[in-house]
């Protein structure tokens, strides 16, 4: 098996992601923090309420965000596994092209047929496969879940703070 050589843009594209993602999250629980310190309620049902949906928009969507973080590289892991697996199976086909009929293997000390061997492979990856799409399935939903949650809470805590500013520019209307 060789190493496969990591193009330095995918390793920027990365690194940028992540840092991204990050900074997401420190600003869902900084403005959090920050609009729970200044808040003022009494102001009326309307910006009472926005705040307080807001605060749990922005909770949720912090906490959605960690828990992304938190399986994502479990995820890449599993998919690095199953890129392995697939590159073993061809390296085992194309021992199988050269005349190889059975292989060692060294971890249990015993000789297999190179057929059985690549079937044992191809129903592990077909095991594991599915496994696979659930979990980025998953992280997909945390991402818009985070995501959006967090743009709700924000524009929640816009309507709470600027309210009534907005009533007294209008004329009275609220």
Known sequence: MTERKVNPNLERVASTKEKLELYMISLCFAV?????????FGRGAVPDW????????LLVSGLMGLWRMEYVPVTLENLVKLDRMEDRISSLND?????????LLEAENRVVGIDELIKSNQDAIARAAPLVKGQERSLLVKYFVHRYSMVGGFVLLMVSRGYQPLCVLVGGIC
Do not use: D
């Not at 959090?32 to 003022?40: D, G, K």
């Not at 307080?52 to 928009?57: C, D, F, M, S, Y």
């Not at 021992?95 to 292989?103: D, L, M, S």
């Open 32 to 40: 959090l923090a920050v609009s729970v310190q200044t808040s003022e």
């Open 50 to 57: 926005a705040e307080l949906i807001g605060w749990v928009a």
């Open 95 to 103: 021992a199988k092209r050269r005349g190889t009929r059975e292989v």
